[in-house]
C-alpha cells in the first residue's frame, strides 16, 4: 500500500512517514497544498492523509480539487482546529476521515486500516488472496502455508502482497520497489532480491518464481 503525506509541519510528517513505513507502506511526503494536489493527481496512491493549513492551497481546496477531478483515493485530513464546523467542511469537500490534532499514533494507524479496508470492500475486492495452499490475509497481515502460519517481516509482507494481489502476472522489480519502498528510493534495487529471497527461505523455494529480465511471478505448486 503506498500512502501520500502532505503536512508542512516536517517534523510531525517525517516522524508519520518513519512510522507508517515501519508498519510496512510506502509512503511520500510533500509539504506544500499546491504540491501536494499534483503528487496526489500524479501518483498511484492507496490513501492520503490531508493537513488543512497549508501553504499554497489549504487541505480543504486541495481535497475538492482532486474530488472535482474525480480522484476517489481515501483522504484523511488532519486539523489543529477541532470544532465541528471545520470537521464538517473537512467531510463536505469530499474528506473521509478527520483526525484532531495532537492525535494517538495508535488511532491514525487504526483510521488508515480501516479506510484501506472500506475501499477494498467496497471495490468488491477480498482480503484474503488464496493461492493453492497459500493464504494471505492482507486486512489482518497474516499469511497461512497449509495449516501453519509464518511469521513475516513488514517488508517482506508487503512484497508477497504485491505478488499474491497479482497472482500469475509477472511484477517488475521497480514496480515492487515504488509500492514497497517509494518513488524517492536511491538505495541498491538488488533490495528486492534479498526480500524475494527471503520470502522463498520462509514459504517455499519453488513459489516465487524469477521471468530473467522482467521482474517475478507467483507460481503454481511445483
Request: charged share 30%; net charge negative; proline share 2%.
Amino acid at each position: 500500500m503506498r500512502l501520500l503525506i502532505v503536512e508542512d509541519e516536517k517534523r510531525l510528517a517525517l516522524s508519520l512517514a518513519k512510522g507508517l513505513t515501519a508498519e510496512g507502506y510506502a509512503v511520500d511526503v510533500v509539504h506544500d497544498g499546491r504540491e501536494g494536489l499534483h503528487q496526489a493527481s500524479e501518483g498511484s496512491y492507496d490513501l492520503v492523509i490531508l493537513d488543512i493549513m497549508l501553504p499554497g492551497l489549504n487541505g480543504y481546496r486541495v481535497c475538492a480539487a482532486l474530488r472535482a477531478a474525480g480522484h476517489d483515493v481515501p483522504i484523511l485530513m488532519l486539523t489543529a482546529k477541532d470544532g465541528e464546523y471545520d470537521e464538517a467542511e473537512g467531510l463536505d469537500t469530499g474528506a473521509d476521515d478527520y483526525l484532531t490534532k495532537p492525535f494517538s499514533y495508535v488511532v491514525l494507524v487504526a483510521r488508515i486500516k480501516a479506510l484501506l479496508r472500506r475501499r477494498a470492500q467496497g471495490a468488491g475486492a477480498s482480503p484474503v488472496h488464496v493461492h493453492g495452499d497459500l493464504k494471505v490475509d492482507t486486512a489482518a497481515r497474516r499469511v497461512f502455508l497449509g495449516e501453519e502460519e509464518i511469521a513475516l517481516t513488514a517488508k517482506e509482507f508487503s512484497v508477497l502482497e504485491q505478488l499474491v494481489v497479482r497472482a500469475g502476472e509477472v511484477v517488475s522489480k521497480s514496480e515492487i520497489l515504488e509500492h514497497v519502498w517509494d518513488f524517492a528510493y536511491e538505495g541498491d534495487p538488488n533490495i528486492v532480491e534479498v526480500y524475494v529471497s527471503a520470502l522463498r527461505r520462509k514459504l517455499r523455494a519453488g513459489l516465487i518464481g524469477t521471468v530473467r529480465g522482467v521482474g517475478y511471478r507467483l507460481e503454481t505448486d511445483r
